[in-house]
Structure formats: structure tokens, C-alpha cells
């Protein structure tokens, strides 16, 4: 919920012109006739004015019954008046809403329909800890405006074949009261299968204008008259447009800037409908469905479904993944079997019937679980890389998703929606990771989108690459990767008396290759480790690692001056060799070291995060270090303490960085020095511009913990300096 106050300045009307308000696709006014009935449930008086004059009377001109319901009598408007109590304001609002539906109903004839109102007594101010009591308000107001038994005071028969339509607040407007009843609205409009228009209020004061296009909204236009009676039903609700008193505390609720906003010649709607669903029916008409039958797509027993899921796994390039979240779980029967290829698997399911039905499938598979979300708007925020930079670097919650899963969902969105959940997959997906559509290509009735728009929505997004796709007549499967220039990839490894840490280093290094080769094509990476010819176990450590796998290549270096900058200098020209014909832009140089280990998505995320920095993806990314689960724990907690692990980090380290070969060759490639090349490579990259360098979180590798490095000024004596300073200090 936003927290705002009516006396902030808030958003200006000239920005929401600036927008395109005015430009809001048209909503086709419905035919309203005798027998229909429109219930209006807003959270307090003016709400209905404010947001519904136009459609209220646009019912009642076509001669339908209009009943609005007040959850309360907006007797909290003035906490803090020295003149009215709450009584005081209870009593003055229900005359104030006499008179604006009065205004409302003037002039449109003898054939109109009647307008009534009651309120449900409900706590003003309170709402949002109030849910089940508002929604069990707003049932017995619909079932008795369906019935025709309307509440003392005389309400006329609905019904009678007539169609119910209901309006009311758009669940995110902002005010936890709006909010409320508008969640409460949409849940019954959901499982009655009702039409529903949610109007904002408050959002026009808090929100901001790029924030308009994803909600939905449609522009009704008001017909003559309109404005006029809405402006003289505002204006019967003299105690939120004027001050009550000159006293403080009775300053008027609504001021001019914000009673701007409804000056328009229009209204604005999100209309849903069983015609046009969206996320927000997701519950009740999947819970009806789940209810109704144990296994209603046959999950269990179709042949179909079965091959799909097989075809499913087939196409997912790699052999095992990590974190899996699976977005439309239904019960658990593909959660299960992608729980064979991974470590956990998450699975998100709109359906508290279907959640439960999952959570017994799944009895026997400790590392799955499905969870009640529906989505895009329940993402879960302990999924991604929000998670962890909340809670540091020891926090596993927050590591990266490797796999997204989106199979027989995208069709139950809107565009919008669609959208949002694209990007709630893209921040949650480490910089390697992957999504999967999976959707039936036959005609889907009461949705807006079919299976083939899902897959080319996401396909026309410039921010993934297709990787694979398989069509037939029935069924659409595509794998998606994050965009980026590089088509091939070459890892340097400068090493000297390095026996020890190298094979662990390589066996990380080959498990990126396979990562890269996975995401591209066979053959098109590499890794060049530089080891001084008289160093010979490192020599024999290295040998091994390319006996066992021929992508890592030695490279023995003769005598010369120029310590670790000329090996990565000389590594580098041997790496470009191995691929001359594919184009400087297109070709990504890696670095790594000797005593380092690489998550395998390591060489895919940095050329995806380049493409993201610019467009062309000519960019260097300077990526984080993080000490081993083994290192000693005074030491990890002394250098956490200075070290800083988030973006646009001021650290350089030769052992995670990457940029395109013809960036690299640009800036004049590292310099034949005995330590700090990285450093100078990254700040001749920088004079190019600031959007050149990307300094990332995102890509993090496990580097020694060692006290004794390799070169003078490394990391190894930097961590031995910080020792040494937390033992004097302590």
C-alpha cells in the first residue's frame, strides 16, 4: 500500500496530460437496459462520484437499477477536527450523499432507471485489517441486489434475466480502505463471473505517469450532462471539497489539484469481464475448475500430456540446473518431473485447491513444493537476486533462479500482465539464466491472448535471444537466453606456482564452457591458461585439465619480464588465434585466475550484462569476489566488513572481468606489468564513458582465502594486511 497525504502536492493533471490520459484506448459503452443492475462498492462517499458518475448514469439513462454500497460512512476524513466528531461527520455525510445522488440522477427522464445507496456500517479508516468483513458485506449486498429481496428502504427488483455489473476501486489504487474493497469486488466479480469496472482515485495523486499504459486503463467518455451532474454531486460533498471550519484539522480532503483529476471528459476503467479475463480471476475460476474435477486437463493420464512434458524436459539445454521456478503449477505433475533435473524447484499455482492437490503429489519430492501466488503480482520476493542482496552474501534465499518455467499461463493474462511476468522471471534469472514457454496453439475462448501471441510477445522483447523452439500443430515450446552481441567466448588464465588450486579452477572453468556451449553453439569457447615453461606442476596440472577436456588450452611462456600482465596479455593473443574469423565485436574475452572458481553461468552472464549496460554490448564488466565456505571465519567477517558485494561496486579484480575483443583491442589489451593490469585495463576503458564499465554483483566467483599471494600488492597480501589489522585491533 502507497502511503501518501491529501496535502501533498502530488502528481499535476499537466502530467497526466503529458502521458496521453486523454489518449487511453476507448472503452465501448455498454447497452444498458431495464432488468440490469450496476452495484457500485466504494469505500466511502464522493468515492462513487468521483470514479463512477459517468458509467452510474450511463446505466441509468439506459434504464438499469443503480445501488451503491458505502463500506463506511467516512466518519475518519477529519481525525484531527476541533469542530466535528465522528458522529458529527457520520450524520453530515449521509445528508451529503442524499444530495449527490440527487445530482447524479437529475435529468436524465422518466425511463431511467432508480439509484439508491445504503451503507454497510463498516469502520472508516480500518478496512484494510478488515478483509473477510468487507467481503462478507459485499456478498450479502450482491446476493440481495440478485435476488430482489433489496434492504429495508425500499430498493426496486434486479435480476429477472437482467445482466449485474459491478464497479469499484481498483485494488491498487493506494488507500488501504480503496484497496480493500476493491480486492473484495474483484474476488466476486471473479467467482460469479460478473462484469467489473476498477476505477483509480488516488492514484492520480501518488502515482506516476509511466506507471498509467501497464494498468490497463480504458478511457469512457461521458455523454452530455455528465460533467455538469458530476460536478454538482462533488459538490453536495461539501465537507471533502471545503474546509469544515477555518480551524486546523478541517482543511479540505479534496483541493483543487487534486479534484483536477475528475475534471476530465472522461472516466477511467479496467474492465474484466468473462469475455476478457485477466490475473485477477485467476483464483475463483481455477478453484471452480479444481473443485469440479480432480485432474481437469487430464495431467495424470493424457498421452498428450504426458509427451509434452517430455518434450518439455528434451529441449531444456542443459543436463541439470539449480534453482527451477515454475510459473502456473497446477498440481504438481511437471513440478515433479522437473524436480529430476534440478535442485529445487519452485512452483507458483493461482489455485488453493490445486496447491493443496500439488503439495500431496509432491509428498515424496522434499526439494519441490508449490506455493499460492497468482501472478504476475505474487512473485515471490525470496526468488532472484533481491533476495540476496537483502540479506548479504551469506544468505541463500536470494541466490539466483537458473530456469524459468512459464507452461499454459501466458494465455490467462493480459498483454500487460504477460509483460510484468517476463520481467518478473528477467530479475529473478541470474545473468545465465533461461526461460521456457510452453502453451497449446488452438483457440482459447474468454482470454485475451492464444499461445502463439505468448511466444511472440517474448520473442519480439529485445532483451532474450531464442534459443530453441519446437511448433507442431497442437503445441508451442521455446527456451530463451538473454540477448548479447557475443557469439564466442575465450577465458585467460594466468598461472605460476599454482598445483594446487588449478584443478579446481579448471573443473569450474569447463562446467562454464559446457554453460556457454549450451546457450550458443559446440566449439565456439575456449579457455588459454599461462603457465611459465619451468613451473612444471602447474605445467602437469594444466596438461590434465586438457587431456580431459581439449577447449583448455596451455600455453607455456618463456623468460621475460612483465609478470601476470604479460601472461593475461600473452594468453589473450594466443585465445584471439583460436577464433580469427569471427568479428572483433562478437568475440568476448574473459578473466579469471588460477586459484579461483567460477559458477557455471559465469562466461554466459557477462556478455548478457554488457548487452543490458548498451545495446551494442560493447562494454567491460567487472564482477565481484567472495571468499570460500572453508575460509577461516575472523577472516571472512573482517573482510566482509569493508568488502562492498552490490552494483556499481568500486572493485577491480583480474579474477572476474570481461569485455569484447574489440573493446580489448581499442584500449591497448593489459600491460606487460607485474600486477594491478586489471586496474589499468579497466581505467582505460572508463576515459571511453561511464557506460563502458559495468560493475556488477551479479557475476561472482569464489576466490583463495590464502595469505601468501602471487604477486606484491594482490589479494592474497591484501587479506593478509586486513588480518593483521583485526588482530591489533583486537
Not at 13 to 29: I, N, R, Y
Not at 514 to 524: L, M
Not at 683 to 700: I, K, P, S
Request: glycine letters at 8%; charged letters at 25%; hydrophobic letters at 45%.
Amino acid at each position: 500500500m502507497v502511503r501518501f497525504d491529501h496535502r501533498d502536492a502530488g502528481t499535476d493533471e499537466a502530467a497526466w496530460e503529458a502521458a496521453g490520459v486523454a489518449d487511453l484506448p476507448s472503452l465501448t459503452p455498454r447497452t444498458w437496459a431495464p432488468g440490469d443492475t450496476l452495484l457500485v462498492a466504494v469505500a466511502h462517499p464522493d468515492d462513487e462520484t468521483l470514479g463512477a458518475a459517468g458509467l452510474i448514469r450511463a446505466a441509468l439513462r439506459g434504464g438499469a437499477d443503480v445501488h451503491v454500497a458505502l463500506a463506511t460512512a467516512g466518519e475518519a476524513s477529519h481525525p484531527d477536527s476541533p469542530t466535528h466528531t465522528p458522529a458529527d461527520l457520520v450524520r453530515l455525510r449521509r445528508t451529503e450523499m442524499d444530495h449527490a445522488v440527487a445530482a447524479l440522477a437529475d435529468g436524465l427522464g422518466p425511463e431511467a432507471g432508480t439509484l439508491t445507496w445504503e451503507s454497510l456500517g463498516l469502520p472508516d479508516g480500518d478496512l484494510a485489517a478488515r478483509p473477510a468483513e468487507v467481503r462478507a458485506a459485499l456478498e450479502r449486498v450482491l446476493a440481495e441486489r440478485t435476488a430482489g429481496d433489496g434492504p429495508s428502504g425500499g430498493a426496486p427488483e434486479a435480476g429477472a434475466g437482467g445482466a449485474v455489473v459491478l464497479v469499484s476501486h481498483d485494488p491498487d489504487d493506494g488507500h488501504g480502505d480503496h484497496d480493500t474493497v476493491g480486492a473484495a469486488a474483484a474476488a466476486l466479480a471473479a467467482e460469479h463471473d460478473l462484469e467489473l469496472y476498477a476505477f483509480p482515485l488516488w492514484f492520480w495523486h501518488w502515482g506516476a505517469p509511466e506507471e498509467l499504459r501497464p494498468r490497463r486503463y480504458r478511457r469512457l467518455d461521458l455523454a452530455p450532462g455528465d460533467a455538469e451532474a458530476r460536478r454538482a454531486a462533488l459538490d453536495a460533498h461539501a465537507s471533502q471539497t471545503r474546509p469544515l471550519s477555518a480551524a486546523p484539522g478541517d482543511e479540505a480532503i479534496l483541493p483543487a489539484r487534486m479534484i483536477a483529476h475528475f475534471s476530465r471528459g472522461f472516466e477511467t476503467f479496467r474492465r474484466t469481464a468473462v469475455d476478457d479475463g485477466d490475473a485477477s480471476r485467476a483464483s475463483a475460476v481455477f478453484d471452480r475448475l479444481y473443485r469440479a474435477h480432480d485432474d481437469p486437463w487430464h495431467y495424470l493420464t493424457s498421452p498428450y500430456e504426458a509427451r509434452k512434458r517430455a518434450l518439455t524436459l528434451a529441449v531444456l539445454p542443459r543436463p541439470r540446473y539449480g534453482t527451477v521456478v515454475e510459473a502456473g503449477a497446477s498440481i504438481g505433475v511437471l513440478t515433479a518431473a522437473l524436480a529430476e533435473r534440478a535442485e529445487r524447484v519452485v512452483g507458483l499455482e493461482a489455485s488453493q485447491v490445486a496447491v493443496e492437490r500439488a503439495a500431496a503429489h509432491l509428498a515424496d519430492v522434499p526439494h519441490a513444493e508449490v506455493r499460492l501466488a497468482v501472478l504476475p503480482a505474487d512473485w515471490p520476493a525470496d526468488l532472484g537476486p533481491a533476495g540476496e542482496a537483502a540479506g548479504g552474501p551469506d544468505d541463500d534465499a536470494g541466490a539466483p533462479v537458473d530456469l524459468v518455467v512459464a507452461s499454459e499461463i501466458g494465455y490467462f493474462l493480459q498483454p500487460e500482465e504477460l509483460d510484468a511476468l517476463v520481467d518478473a522471471a528477467d530479475a529473478s534469472l541470474g545473468p545465465g539464466g533461461e526461460l521456457l514457454l510452453c502453451h497449446w496453439r488452438q483457440p482459447i475462448t474468454g482470454w485475451p491472448l492464444d499461445g502463439d501471441a505468448v511466444h511472440d510477445r517474448v520473442a519480439a522483447d529485445p532483451r532474450w535471444r531464442l534459443l530453441s523452439e519446437h511448433v507442431e500443430a497442437d503445441l508451442r515450446l521455446s527456451v530463451h537466453t538473454r540477448a548479447a552481441a557475443a557469439t564466442h567466448a575465450v577465458v585467460v588464465v594466468p598461472a605460476k606456482d599454482e598445483a594446487e588450486h588449478l584443478p579446481d579452477s579448471l573443473a569450474g572453468l569447463s562446467a562454464a564452457l559446457d554453460h556457454w556451449e549450451a546457450q550458443h553453439t559446440q566449439g565456439s569457447a575456449a579457455a588459454v591458461v599461462a603457465v611459465p615453461d619451468d613451473d612444471t606442476p602447474t605445467l602437469a596440472a594444466a596438461r590434465a585439465a586438457r587431456s580431459r577436456d581439449p577447449r583448455i588450452h596451455v600455453l607455456e611462456l618463456g623468460p621475460g619480464a612483465g609478470g601476470v600482465g604479460r601472461a593475461r596479455a600473452e594468453a589473450a593473443r594466443h585465445a584471439r588465434g583460436l577464433f580469427p574469423d569471427v568479428p572483433a565485436a562478437a568475440l568476448w574475452l574473459a578473466c579469471t585466475d588460477a586459484d579461483t572458481r567460477v559458477p557455471a553461468d559465469w562466461l554466459v552472464g557477462q556478455p548478457a550484462l554488457a548487452a543490458r549496460r548498451r545495446a551494442d554490448g560493447q562494454a567491460m564488466v567487472l564482477g565481484t569476489v567472495d571468499l570460500p565456505a572453508h575460509a577461516d571465519q575472523g577472516l571472512v567477517r573482517s573482510w566482509r566488513a569493508d568488502y562492498e558485494h552490490r552494483e556499481d561496486h568500486p572493485h577491480v579484480h583480474g579474477a572476474n572481468l570481461g569485455l569484447p575483443w574489440a573493446l580489448y583491442e581499442r584500449v591497448g589489451g593489459f600491460a606487460a606489468v607485474a600486477e594491478h593490469e586489471d586496474v589499468r585495463l579497466a581505467e582505460a576503458v572508463r576515459a571511453l564513458g561511464e557506460d563502458r564499465v559495468l560493475a556488477t554483483d551479479r557475476v561472482r566467483v569464489h576466490t583463495s582465502s590464502r595469505l601468501e599471494g602471487r604477486t606484491p600488492g594482490g589479494f592474497a597480501g591484501f587479506l593478509r594486511d586486513l588480518l593483521e589489522e583485526a588482530s591489533a585491533e583486537g
